[in-house]
């Protein structure tokens, strides 16, 4: 089963606005990631950031996690019609051999 | 050079086919991936490969067959597959096995089995 659970499943914003998405994981992580895939595509890396850090940021992308809760937020600001693609978060388990898992997404949409 | 690099784009077979996806990358990665994805769904592990070693084999059925040559190269076989193995194949790469760090993918394979 997926470690992580998005929410929403699916989001549709005008272009300008922000887009915030949630991810939620039952487990201790070493670190929890962001992907975004377009249609058909491979997934592109986007951001990581790990079981010690709160808060880290790329450009435009803003990611949160709080281990207490289990859970991670991906904000994405002054949204652009190129951001319209899938977002999966994945969790990498502690332990050895762990396996990053990936959530089942959330699809944005981003309006001209 | 950041890419990951798989052939071809997109492949149509014949459940009694033989045919072979294939995928390379010269960022000195130890550690390949082989991901199965089906439309709207997440990509489902399929094998790892580690200093060109099988490390992990998600039971995936025996008519899926890899093969890692060498550093760069990771092949996935494909013999008597069924219309439900359909799907998006990923290829990707890390410096090292272990989910530690970022997974570089390739673009993908359309299979489509008839």
């Known amino acids: 089963s997926q470690q992580g659970e998005e929410d929403p499943q699916a989001l549709s914003i005008q272009e300008g606005e922000n887009a915030t998405m949630n991810c939620s994981y039952k487990t201790s992580i070493n670190n929890l990631q962001w992907y975004r895939q377009n249609s058909g595509r491979g997934l592109v890396h986007l951001i990581l950031i790990r079981s010690n850090e709160r808060e880290k940021h790329s450009g435009r992308l803003r990611v949160t996690l709080d281990t207490s809760k289990k859970s991670s937020s991906l904000l994405i600001t002054a949204s652009r019609a190129a951001d319209t693609a899938s977002y999966f978060c994945?969790?990498?388990?502690?332990?050895?051999?762990?396996?990053?898992?990936f959530g089942k997404g959330i699809t944005l949409s981003v309006r001209p | 050079d950041t890419e990951v690099t798989q052939t071809p784009k997109h492949l149509v077979m014949g459940m009694t086919n033989k045919k072979s996806l294939k995928c390379e990358q010269h960022?000195?990665?130890?550690?390949m991936y082989w991901y199965k994805q089906k439309a709207k769904k997440p990509p489902e592990l399929m094998f790892v490969?580690?200093?060109?070693?099988?490390?992990i084999n998600e039971s995936v059925p025996s008519r899926f067959s890899p093969e890692c040559p060498n550093s760069s190269l990771l092949n996935l076989h494909l013999h008597a597959l069924q219309p439900e193995d359909s799907a998006l194949y990923l290829c990707?790469?890390?410096?090292?096995?272990?989910?530690?760090?970022?997974?570089?993918f390739g673009s993908g394979t359309q299979l489509s089995v008839l």
């Open positions: 490969y580690s200093y060109e070693k099988l490390s």
């Open positions: 994945a969790t990498a388990p502690t332990g050895a051999n762990s396996k990053l898992t």
């Open positions: 960022m000195g990665h130890r550690a």
């Open positions: 990707a790469s890390s410096q090292a096995e272990g989910s530690l760090g970022k997974l570089f």
